[in-house]
């Protein structure tokens, strides 16, 4: 009892001594910007001259002046002294930035929440563009690798199916070549970490170069160097990000190990790479990558083994190993993933054992065609077809896996949500103690309370989740901002502005089913009804609307001398009370609070004949105070929804010609239920990553047409359609707009 006790008090110091040693670390970092003055110019309104070193690849973003880009960048000096610093930076540019080159330009810098990593946005002051310095001996290495990434890219292109966007994801980590749809396919797969250079990779790098070590027979004196070398090469090849050097760190002391001959110490290992990585930067701890990637480390080597042996009692041992590897895992980082994803992949531990297998024929042959893309293009054209077919192959996993029902099992909300989790965490604690105890085969009270906690884990996952939503539809997620109901043959969209508020534009033909909608969302307050035009399958279900909450007041469009109100009470003899008004076109409100929106109207008319053209058109922006600055969704960089009733081609061709119509549009209301008179023009001018469509089941009128969607796959938008998803609803991730089909 005494050297147990002992033992805790030891591990207590040491934890307290590793946290002093974070918050000192982050402490020191905090005041040196404090001492530089860059805290203080971060603050300022004033335009300051800042130089500073692009670290990743620009991604492409929308902006409100049109296509931008997001760079990550450290901070060099600033100010007219030109004095140091170091401090990392978000810049946002209307040019393409180069990785590895350092910048000088006036800038407008905003600050970041305290707990991101990067201190700063930075935007350029006035029309000049960042002006790139002469290169210096780190822009030359970087040159380097990237003229290597870009020539992987390019050389990907002729791979089948999905692989040419799949493959710079699982060998470089870039998925900016990903669509919506398979970005959200491999998230609900639990696939989305193949895409993200990490662990896996760098073990798989080591071991080839090990394997190739031995088929040379090398010197062992060789393996170390050639080991980091080829660890440290791979690092600048795929960029550093919190996961990767996590990985690189692990995979260094890894090698030290094992040419010491300890390689078995791979739980001190992680602890040991975890602290070094901690006490150099304190904002690794934030980071969603880094704790999905520890965590996951941790679960393979702490039961890993173990579960494989008892596997391997029940099933062959290749079978048995991969599933330990998939269990182990994913026990451990679905306490983590839990907060990001709002839900548990229930298909994820399949998914990752069928296309776990194909990951190192994509990986090994796809990272030496990306050292080859330079120096021997068609070796590494032909290598990287290759490495397609499998990458093609883990594609075709992931959209499987999401196909299946309630693939992304919604966890509970508030309280509810909370117990469950603490019930899922103990049963998993109990679980793993007694694995990582375990001598030969459990006995019979053992036996007992391992299963009774399985069952605890299988009961809290499934029950709360799937069945939950098998019974009575998927949950309501508690931060949802925009709805698109299912009303049949009609179209009808909830924006969310507070708890239980909402913007709705059009409201279906069918009050009941108006009326079920706003229920099922708990909306009781209607600040505006957007009633887009005036025919029955748009103002329609105005009374169930009007039933299941109060309006404010209502913004309508149409043929001149029509009104809502008047419609509404020929319909059925309801009588609205709130206020009405022809929409102007100019016309602007922000809503404030919780959920903030900020809208517009672009076209308002009232005098053609045909009064689908007459139709109300609005320009959305969403966004949240918390979603950190350059994220989809912030402030900064607000999520765009542009809603277009029933708006036909040749309107919409006049609107385009004289720039009537947004061009930064995230999500898109397709005009007239996709009908074909709607045309194309206005989905290639806006290019929106997610289409919306409220159109009928098996509808008489043949809604969608082949050509809107055949454009909307040619663009690579992510469709939703009630007629195939019911109502769906989407939330704001940092990474992307999160949709979750209730019905």
């Known amino acids: 009892m005494r050297d147990r006790g002992g033992t805790v008090l030891l591990h207590l110091a040491l934890s307290v001594g590793v946290a002093a040693a974070v918050t000192l ?123 290597l990434r870009q020539a992987t890219v390019e050389h990907s292109s002729s791979a089948v199916g999905e692989a040419p966007a799949l493959l710079p994801g699982v060998i470089l980590g870039d998925r900016s070549g990903q669509s919506q749809e398979l970005t959200e396919a491999m998230r609900v797969a639990g696939l989305t970490h193949m895409t993200v250079v990490s662990g896996t990779h760098c073990a798989l790098v080591m071991g080839a170069l090990l394997g190739l070590g031995r088929i040379l027979r090398i010197p062992r004196w060789t393996t170390l160097p050639l080991l980091l070398t080829g660890l440290a090469l791979f690092v600048m090849l795929v960029q550093p990000a ?49 704790q999905l990637s520890v965590a996951a480390t941790a679960g393979i080597v702490l039961i890993g083994a173990r579960l494989k042996g008892l596997f391997a009692q029940r099933m062959p041992r290749f079978m048995a190993a991969a599933l330990a590897l998939a269990v182990s895992a994913q026990l451990f980082v679905t306490p983590v993933l839990l907060p990001i994803a709002e839900g548990v992949t229930l298909y994820s531990i399949p998914a990752n054992i069928v296309a776990g297998p194909l990951l190192p024929l994509v990986t090994v042959p796809g990272t030496l065609a990306a ?12 290598l990287l077809w290759l490495a397609g077919l499998p990458g093609a192959g883990i594609a075709e996993v992931g959209y499987a896996a999401a196909a299946m029902p309630h693939a992304l099992a919604p966890w509970p909300a508030g309280h509810t949500g909370w117990v469950a989790a603490g019930i899922y965490t103990a049963a998993a604690l109990v679980v793993c103690r007694m694995l990582i105890e375990a001598r030969g085969r459990p006995r019979g009270w053992e036996r007992a309370v391992l299963s009774s906690a399985v069952g605890v884990l299988t009961a809290v996952v499934i029950p709360l989740a799937s069945l939950q939503g098998v019974l009575f539809g998927s949950a309501l997620p508690e931060q949802w901002r925009l709805a698109l109901c299912d009303v049949g043959q009609g179209d009808m969209l909830v924006v969310r502005t507070g708890e239980y508020a909402g913007i709705v534009v059009d409201a279906g033909e069918e009050p009941d089913m108006a009326a079920a909608c706003l229920t099922k969302l708990r909306i009781n307050e209607v600040e ?33 001398g029509w009104s809502v109100t008047e419609a509404v009470e020929e319909l059925g003899g309801t009588a609205l009370d709130a206020p009405e008004a022809r929409g102007r076109v100019g016309q602007t409100l922000t809503h404030e609070g919780d959920y903030p929106v900020s809208w517009q109207v672009w076209s308002a008319a009232d005098y053609h004949s045909n009064t689908n053209d007459n139709s109300l058109v609005v320009h959305f922006e969403l966004w949240a105070a918390e979603t950190p600055a350059g994220a989809v969704g912030s402030a900064i960089d607000p999520l765009r929804l542009l809603t277009l009733g029933d708006l036909e081609q040749e309107v919409a061709g006049m609107l385009l010609a004289r720039d009537a119509l947004p061009s930064a549009v995230d999500i898109l209301k397709v005009s007239h239920h996709g009908a074909a008179n709607g045309g194309t023009a206005v989905l290639e001018h806006s290019d929106p990553a997610v289409a919306l469509i409220g159109v009928g089941e098996e509808n008489s009128y043949g809604h969608p047409s082949g050509a809107v969607v055949a454009a909307l796959d040619e663009l690579g938008t992510a469709t939703y359609r009630t007629d195939e998803h019911g109502t769906v609803v989407f939330s704001l991730t940092e990474e992307a707009l999160k949709p979750v089909p209730l019905e």
């Not at 050292?371 to 032909?382: D, F, G, K, R």
Request: aromatic share 6%; glycine share 8%; net charge negative.
């Open 25 to 147: 670390s982050a402490a020191q970092t905090q005041h040196t910007h404090e001492e530089s003055g860059w805290s203080e110019a971060v603050e300022s309104p004033t335009p300051i001259s800042v130089t500073f070193r692009v670290t990743r690849d620009a991604s492409p973003v929308q902006q409100r002046s049109g296509d931008g880009y997001r760079s990550d960048a450290a901070v060099l000096s600033f100010g007219e002294n030109d004095q140091p610093v170091r401090a990392h930076a978000v810049v946002f540019t209307d040019t393409e930035l180069r990785a590895g080159h350092r910048y000088t330009s006036k800038m407008l810098l905003s600050a970041t929440d305290s707990a991101e990593r990067s201190t700063a946005v930075m935007r350029p002051w006035g029309t000049e563009e960042p002006v790139r310095q002469q290169p210096d001996r780190v822009t030359g290495v970087a040159e380097t690798f990237t003229d």
């Open 528 to 560: 505006i009804l957007m009633i887009t035009h005036d025919h029955l399958d748009h103002y329609g279900g105005t009374a169930g609307v009007a039933q299941a909450a109060g309006i404010g007041e209502i913004l309508y469009s149409g043929a001149a």
């Open 371 to 382: 050292v080859l893309s330079t120096t021997l293009p068609e070796l590494s054209a032909v």
């Open 242 to 290: 919190p996961s990767v050097i996590r990985a690189a760190v692990m995979g260094s002391i890894g090698a030290l190990a094992v040419f010491a001959g300890r390689g078995r110490a791979s739980s001190s290992l992680l602890c040991l790479c975890v602290i070094l990585l901690l006490v150099y930067d304190p904002w690794f701890g934030v980071a969603a990558a880094f």
